[in-house]
């Protein structure tokens, strides 16, 4: 059996943000409309015969078959066959892709630009169909609609399927391991660092450790390597879900994504309240309708002698859209004290899809608290506004 260490620790502190992508989630550049819409009234008011056409060859892609935790992408080639400068703007995406900056916000008559839509499968197996949109002042197709399918198989070869933390005290610090398998080949190697995206690193405070390659048995000639999750203190009570990225040697992985999943509980938590699964640690708002907007009620219950004592703050929300109140602290009984909570989706908020699925992660509320041991509590919100 042939061993060979490596050790990659990957530290999380603070959010991170930035990049030469533009990551778009279910919704439309405002000022990306007007500049087209005052574009389109322009040609019209002109008279001239002058216009811009966009055509794209193959506005659909079937990425076939790919494993859940994989990336795959495909440029898409825009043309302008019109007589006029063609202007494209990004738009929207139904999923949690990243779409390519666009190369030339105005392509000249006759020539072209490539749009690239990266997506990675981090939903359960099954067909999917995910759509970008693309902006035009076009005066025909003001807008195009980029496809992507496929099928995204149950990830194999990575032993257990996640990093699993289950009820994780406050305080606690536990380590979670998964063996990640090649067959047949004799040298499975990871590039560079483990790392965890900038919204994971909101999310979870983890050290991920690689080492001991070794063969996993001689007559299947399968190697493996250990990789390890160390969830340390400092993680917000509630649910969590994040992702550990590997680049690996395998050609079909290269990127390959992995589950960190778990709770952490305490003496303060979230009960008594309609629509919340205890199960998943999650409240479900359900569709509501942007003219009508819709609202939920929870109560954090907190545990202990200090209880009374205890504040909260809201320190975030993912959408920003929503209304967080906190309501006046009711005595339960001198170790347990209830402090109601209204969520608000308020009328006239744009349509998005928060429900926890490829159209979009649920939402999620952070508050801050004086608990001597318990800074951060996280509460997940699915929901969804239709127009």
């Given at each position: 059996?042939?061993?060979?260490?490596?050790?990659?620790?990957?530290a999380?502190?603070?959010?991170?943000?930035?990049?030469a992508?533009?990551?778009?989630?279910?919704?439309?550049d405002?000022?990306?409309?007007?500049?087209?819409?005052?574009d389109?009234?322009?040609?019209?008011?002109?008279?001239?015969?002058e216009?811009?056409h966009?055509?794209?060859?193959?506005?659909?892609?079937n990425?076939?078959s790919?494993?859940?935790?994989?990336?795959k992408?495909?440029?898409?080639?825009?043309?302008?066959?019109?007589?006029?400068?063609?202007?494209?703007?990004?738009?929207g995406?139904?999923c949690?892709?990243?779409?390519?900056?666009?190369a030339?916000?105005?392509?000249?008559?006759?020539?072209?630009?490539?749009?690239?839509?990266?997506?990675t499968a981090?939903?359960?197996?099954?067909?999917?169909?995910?759509?970008?949109?693309?902006?035009?002042n076009?005066?025909?197709?003001?807008?195009?609609?980029?496809?992507?399918?496929?099928?995204v198989?149950?990830?194999?070869?990575?032993?257990?399927?996640?990093?699993?933390?289950?009820?994780?005290?406050?305080?606690?610090?536990?380590?979670a391991?998964?063996?990640v398998m090649?067959?047949?080949?004799?040298?499975l190697?990871v590039?560079?660092?483990?790392?965890f995206?900038?919204?994971?690193?909101r999310?979870?405070?983890?050290?991920?450790?690689?080492?001991?390659?070794?063969?996993?048995?001689?007559?299947?000639?399968?190697?493996?390597?250990s990789?390890?999750i160390?969830?340390?203190?400092?993680?917000?009570?509630?649910?969590?879900?994040?992702?550990?990225?590997?680049?690996t040697?395998?050609?079909d992985?290269?990127?390959?994504?992995?589950?960190?999943?778990?709770?952490?509980?305490?003496?303060?938590?979230?009960?008594?309240?309609?629509?919340?699964?205890?199960?998943?640690g999650v409240?479900?708002?359900?569709?509501v309708?942007?003219?009508?907007?819709g609202?939920a009620?929870a109560?954090?219950?907190?545990?202990?002698?200090?209880?009374?004592?205890?504040?909260?703050?809201v320190?975030?929300?993912?959408?920003?859209?929503?209304?967080?109140?906190?309501?006046?602290p009711?005595?339960v009984?001198d170790?347990?004290?209830?402090?109601?909570?209204?969520?608000?989706?308020?009328?006239?908020?744009?349509?998005m899809?928060?429900?926890d699925?490829?159209?979009?992660?649920?939402g999620?509320?952070?508050f801050?608290?004086t608990h001597?041991k318990?800074?951060?509590?996280?509460l997940?919100?699915?929901f969804?506004?239709?127009?």
């Open positions: 059996m042939r061993i060979l260490s490596a050790i990659v620790v990957a999380l502190i603070g959010v991170l943000t930035g990049g992508i533009a990551y778009v989630e279910d919704r439309s405002p000022d990306a409309l007007n500049k087209l819409s005052n389109l009234a322009a040609n019209a008011n002109t008279g001239s015969k216009v811009s966009i055509v794209v060859d193959e506005p659909s892609y990425f076939g790919m494993q859940r935790g994989t990336t992408s495909h440029e898409f080639v825009i043309r302008n066959t019109g007589n006029a400068p063609l202007k494209i703007r990004n738009g995406t139904t949690k892709c990243t779409l390519s900056k666009v030339e916000e105005s392509i000249a008559p006759n020539g072209s630009t490539k749009v690239k839509l990266e997506w981090k939903i359960d197996a099954g067909p999917f169909t995910q759509e970008a949109t693309i902006l035009t076009d005066p025909i197709e003001s807008q195009i609609k980029l496809t992507v399918n496929g099928q198989l149950a990830l194999s070869g990575v032993e257990p399927a996640d990093f699993l933390f289950d009820k994780l005290s406050v305080g606690e610090t536990r380590t391991q998964v063996y090649a067959m047949l080949q004799d040298e190697t590039k560079g660092p483990a790392d995206g900038p919204h994971d690193s999310q979870v405070r983890c050290e991920a450790r690689i080492s001991r390659q070794e063969r996993a048995a001689e007559q299947t000639g399968q190697t493996r390597l990789v390890s160390t969830a340390k203190d400092g993680l917000p009570v509630g649910r969590f879900h994040a992702w550990l990225t590997l680049h040697n395998l050609t992985a290269e990127k390959l994504e992995i589950p960190i999943v778990g709770q952490v509980v305490g003496d303060i938590s979230v009960g008594g309240i309609t629509g919340w699964n205890e199960e998943q409240l479900n708002i359900g569709s309708k942007s003219s009508e907007g609202h009620t109560n954090l219950m907190v545990r202990g002698a200090d209880a009374s004592e205890v504040k909260f703050q320190k975030s929300k993912e959408p920003e859209e929503l209304k967080v109140t906190l309501g006046e009711q005595k009984k170790t347990l004290v209830r402090v109601p909570i209204n969520i608000e989706i308020p009328p006239g908020t744009r349509p899809v928060h429900l699925t490829a159209q979009g992660e649920a999620r509320i952070v801050s608290t001597s318990i800074k951060e509590l996280s997940s919100v699915r969804a506004v239709e127009r």
